[in-house]
Nanobody
């Protein structure tokens, strides 16, 4: 049974930083795609950042230049470094993982196999 566990959420003022972490319980090389999504109340989840393979990173336009997605060398932990946070970044953040490489898989849009429970980020102005 694969588990993804997020941590690192919290409250911060506008312009501040947070670092989210996601620890996955499977074999380190199991997932070809790993990503962070966020969800605003009453809305669907939206892709924030993803790593394809070992190092190719993809970002949503809204976070480019402010957020950095990092997967540690063993592949067990996924991080999201969030800098210059804005109130509109306030949301529940979820870690997601997908096992196999697929030609038409859209890292920030497609359905992922596994999801964490989420960690809340609140940014005050």
């Amino acid at each position: 049974h694969v588990q993804l566990e997020e941590s690192g959420g919290g409250s911060v003022q506008s312009g501040g930083s947070l670092r989210l972490a996601c620890v996955q319980s499977a074999d380190a090389s199991m997932f070809y795609y790993m990503a962070w999504f966020r969800q605003y109340p009453g809305q669907e989840r939206e892709g924030v950042a993803a790593i394809v393979g070992t190092r190719t990173a993809v970002y949503a336009d809204s976070v480019k230049g402010r957020f950095t997605i990092i997967k540690d060398s063993p592949g067990k932990t996924l991080y999201l470094q969030m800098d210059t946070l804005q109130p509109e970044d306030s949301a529940m953040y979820y870690c997601a993982a997908h096992q196999f490489s697929m030609t038409r898989f859209q890292p920030l849009e497609s359905a992922y196999d596994y999801w964490g429970q989420g960690t809340q980020v609140n940014v005050s102005s």
